[in-house]
């Protein structure tokens, strides 16, 4: 059994209602990661329907006329930021930083898209599995404070608070 030595904690949050109540947000500008809940035609309920990751502010990638073409079929948007807990892995202008992002970016996308119900829009990385044995942690904060939820909000309900990825295999704690 292959060794996990890339463990990965993620502090996200939101929910934002728009991209202008995130870009308000104090300390926004040091997210690198980035998920966009909603409903799509015919879907019951909203879940989450894209992860993605950028150099810039979250808000900021949001308004590229090319993500608001991809976002343009979501109902009932929402915005969650996320920076990962360890400051330096948040800075993907190095190789390092892309690379540990795009890591945690693939296992979420890969996740997501296996569960039965999920309807994502993301195109890239829907097949692939992570290089390397990793594990992700979400901590989920408010949108305006730093304070930690209890509870996690019921549209995340599909994105467990930890995944590892070992072997081929997906394992979710929730």
Not at 97 to 113: D, F, H, K
Request: proline share 6%.
């Amino acid at each position: 059994m292959s060794e996990i030595k890339d463990v990965y904690v993620i502090d996200w949050m939101g929910p934002y209602n728009s991209l202008d109540e995130m870009y308000e947000r104090e300390g926004i500008d040091t997210c690198c990661i980035y998920l966009i809940t909603g409903r799509l035609p015919y879907d019951r309920r909203p879940s989450i329907k894209y992860v993605g990751i950028t150099k810039r502010s979250p808000s900021k990638r949001l308004k590229d006329k090319d993500h608001q073409e991809k976002q343009k079929d979501i109902k009932e948007k929402q915005f969650w930021a996320g920076r990962f807990s360890v400051s330096r892995y948040n800075n993907l202008d190095t190789p390092f930083g892309r690379c540990r992002a795009e890591t945690v970016e693939t296992l979420l996308i890969r996740y997501l898209t296996n569960m039965p119900s999920a309807r994502m829009i993301n195109e890239k990385k829907r097949y692939q599995n992570p290089r390397k044995p990793i594990a992700v942690i979400s901590r989920w904060k408010k949108k305006l404070a730093d304070d930690q939820r209890y509870n996690k909000p019921s549209i995340l309900s599909n994105l467990p608070d930890t995944l590892m990825y070992v072997e081929n295999f997906t394992h979710a704690i929730k």
